[in-house]
């Protein structure tokens, strides 16, 4: 089955919730690493002040029993800290008294528009009257459902040896050339202000931030993430909605105020002769290996088995302190936009939420190639497939033997795993062997579920 999610909820509404369908069971899952990430996602200078008070109080409803998913679809809900306030606004019940909500502040209906936000077009096309209808499910708040539901897909890529991390390369003009931090050093990198790796970029960065807040402004910038420890091959090149690349740039692009995406060179590869734009290809002693990283670690759809490496554009938020010139959808008159609270710059914390998304389409794509109802069959899979790909490559300098597959001996059946016999079958393990790094649960000369 697909790895699938879905989100639901309004920024202002009671809470959010997340469902992920696909998942197998045995995957670990702690509520401190759930509660950790979404932590996360509420760093970095230049947030909104709801970040400082908003706890992103959560509960697992269901497929997870005693820390362990179950192989049912997991729900997990996020309360809103500021439902008392919104009750009457955003009560999904008729309103005893409709006029007294809409003189309260927050339940004032909302007529003039921001520039660059869902307000107007999300009104005409559902045909609301009020703004705020568009506003609140638009609204970046609904990432952290994003961010909870990615956990335990990181739980999945983390049992089989995979990494994904980011840092904040881009806030407006400043930039930086600095590497990805290593997976140990991804909780260095929380710690600078803007989730920098380079020091001198990240006070320049601050810099940036603090003359656009005092301007009365918003900044963009540039996420970059990278994911380590995968094999080749998950995506695809037989169908477009199969290639990895499409997946990883959709689900970016679907994070809200992103309107970019580059995967390895990206854009800068058109200006670049294809002699320079390419990864050379040599052979290693464990297997095929790129001289260079141009291709951000994939090539036709799939992964190379190299670090994939992408980067996201977000733009500045639309909802600024000094607003933008509008319409009033009720007058038809000119008027200033509505203002609401915003970051000033959310570049910083939407890297959590961009590692989120690439975490949780990894997680489909190792699934598609692998399947397994449960986390041990996955680790077995994974590591017959891993075991393939070594006994298909050939040993620098000793080319396999005309009429034989790279690796094998004549006594071997086809797709053999190494070590096993022709009794063992195509593509099956030697008794006893558990895959190389992984502590599948139960594997043992008993387990029911081994091959």
Not at 29 to 56: N, Y
Not at 118 to 147: F, P, W
């Amino acid at each position: 089955m697909t790895l699938r999610y879905l989100t639901a909820g309004e920024s202002h509404g009671p809470a959010l919730v997340g469902i992920l369908e696909g998942m197998p069971a045995g995957v670990p899952v702690a509520r401190e690493h759930i509660g950790h990430q979404l932590a996360r996602r509420r760093l970095g200078t230049g947030r909104s002040p709801r970040m400082a008070w908003e706890g992103d109080d959560f509960e697992l409803l269901g497929g997870v029993r005693h820390g362990a998913t179950l192989g049912s679809p997991v729900a997990v809900l996020i309360r809103n800290a500021e439902w008392d306030k919104w009750a009457q606004a955003m009560s999904p019940d008729p309103p005893a008294d409709p006029e007294a909500v809409a003189a309260s502040g927050r339940g004032q209906p909302l007529t003039r528009p921001r520039p660059g936000h869902a307000d107007l077009v999300g009104s005409q096309k559902y045909g609301y009257d009020d703004v705020r209808d568009a506003l609140e499910r638009a609204s970046a708040r609904e990432t952290a459902a994003r961010v909870a539901l990615a956990t335990v897909a990181r739980e999945l890529l983390t049992a089989t040896g995979i990494a994904v991390v980011s840092h904040t390369v881009r806030i407006g003009e400043v930039s930086t050339d600095a590497p990805a931090p290593s997976p140990e050093g991804q909780a260095e990198v929380d710690t600078d202000p803007v989730r920098c790796a380079d020091p001198a970029a990240s006070q320049a960065m601050v810099a940036a931030i603090e003359r656009a807040k005092s301007d009365r402004d918003t900044l963009g910038g540039v996420v970059e993430v990278v994911a380590t420890g995968l094999p080749p091959g998950l995506g695809s090149h037989v169908h477009w909605d199969r290639k990895l690349d499409t997946r990883l740039a959709g689900a970016l692009m679907s994070i809200q105020a992103f309107k970019g995406v580059e995967i390895g060179e990206g854009f800068a590869s058109a200006a670049t002769p294809g002699s320079a734009a390419h990864d050379e290809i040599e052979l290693a002693e464990d297997g095929y290996t790129r001289r260079t990283g141009r291709s951000g670690g994939l090539e036709g759809g799939m992964t190379t088995g190299g670090p994939l490496r992408v980067r996201a554009a977000m733009k500045p938020l639309s909802s600024l302190a000094q607003p933008l010139a509008t319409v009033d959808t009720h007058t038809g008159e000119p008027a200033q936009a509505i203002t609401q609270r915003s970051d000033v710059c959310a570049v910083p914390r939407a890297g959590v939420v961009c590692e989120a998304v690439v975490a949780l389409e990894l997680a489909a794509a190792l699934l598609d190639k692998t399947g397994g109802d449960s986390l041990a069959e996955v680790q077995r899979n994974l590591a017959h497939y891993r075991a393939d790909l070594s006994r298909r490559s050939p040993s620098p300098g000793s080319p396999a033997t005309a009429g034989e597959t790279p690796g094998s001996s004549a006594s071997g059946g086809a797709g053999q795993a190494p070590g096993g016999s022709a009794s063992d079958g195509p593509g099956q393990a030697p008794p006893g062997d558990a895959p190389s790094g992984a502590s599948a649960p139960g594997w043992s000369d008993s387990a029911p579920d081994r091959p």
